[in-house]
């Protein structure tokens, strides 16, 4: 896995990965922006839209896939996320923090909610 930062000022963006089905472009912390035939391509997504996915709304599931939410990131990193369980993230709102060894074991996943 390969970062992807703003040339502006060195920011992460994300990363890119080679998988056998392509090029994944990958959010700072690992969820999929989307698979690409090209390097080049899933750099320009992540460069693109990397930081931006984290302004939108994402659908966290557990393990088993029987229970789907709503959530909102409020802070992500490589090694870990904060996301708002709810719709919107107001004051009061209930958070939760997942460890990235719990998104990589699949014990969560997130999804952008398109």
């Known amino acids: 896995m390969d970062a992807v930062n703003r040339t502006e000022d060195n920011e992460l963006c994300g990363f890119v990965d080679e998988r056998p089905d392509g090029w994944h472009a990958l959010t700072v912390f690992g969820a999929s922006l989307g698979v690409h035939p090209m390097r080049l391509d899933a750099e320009q997504h992540v460069a693109s839209d990397g930081l931006a996915a984290l302004m939108e709304r994402w ?46 074991a699949r014990r969560w996943t997130l999804r952008l909610d398109r």
């Open 59 to 104: 659908i966290l599931t557990d393990g088993d896939g029987s229970n789907e939410e709503i959530v909102c990131i409020q802070e992500a990193h490589p090694h870990e996320i904060t996301i708002v369980l709810g719709y919107y993230a107001l004051p009061g709102v209930p958070t939760m923090r997942i460890d990235r060894t719990e998104l990589d």
